[in-house]
């Protein structure tokens, strides 16, 4: 179970912070994913941060001003948006999928995951 808060309502360079709050199984060995979906448009992956937290992976509109951590004791992640621009407005949304020794799946891949917060509202004005 993932609730996703910290959205709302931000001028355009500012920042914001997402938190992702997972309950049920140990937070630890699940890849940890942030996608979003702009009105009338597909859900985008985001970013990703592998269960260890050693590796992010970050997509090409995002890199430099997101940064996606975590804290496995805590079971919560979080996304740090910087330099937000009205394009990032959008649903966020956070996901999850066990992959505590590594797999194939891609992690920037919607269909990777298992698991899925009800998602959290970024409006950018300009």
């Known amino acids: 179970h993932l609730v996703e808060s910290g959205g709302g309502v931000v001028q355009a360079g500012g920042s914001l912070r997402l938190s992702c709050a997972a309950s049920?199984?140990?937070?630890?060995?699940?890849?940890l994913g942030w996608f979003r979906q702009a009105p009338g448009k597909e859900r985008e992956s985001v970013t990703a941060?592998?269960?260890?937290?050693?590796?992010?992976y970050y997509a090409d509109s995002v890199k430099g001003r997101f940064t996606i951590s975590r804290d496995n004791a805590k079971n919560t992640a979080w996304l740090q948006m910087n330099s937000l621009k009205p394009e990032d407005t959008a649903v966020y949304y956070c996901?999850?999928?066990?992959?505590?020794?590594?797999?194939?799946?891609?992690?920037?891949?919607?269909?990777?995951?298992?698991?899925w917060g009800q998602g959290t509202q970024v409006t950018v004005s300009s």
């Open positions: 996901s999850a999928y066990n992959d505590p020794y590594g797999s194939a799946r891609d992690p920037l891949r919607e269909d990777s995951y298992d698991y």
């Open positions: 049920g199984p140990p937070f630890s060995g699940y890849v």
């Open positions: 941060i592998s269960w260890s937290g050693r590796r992010s």
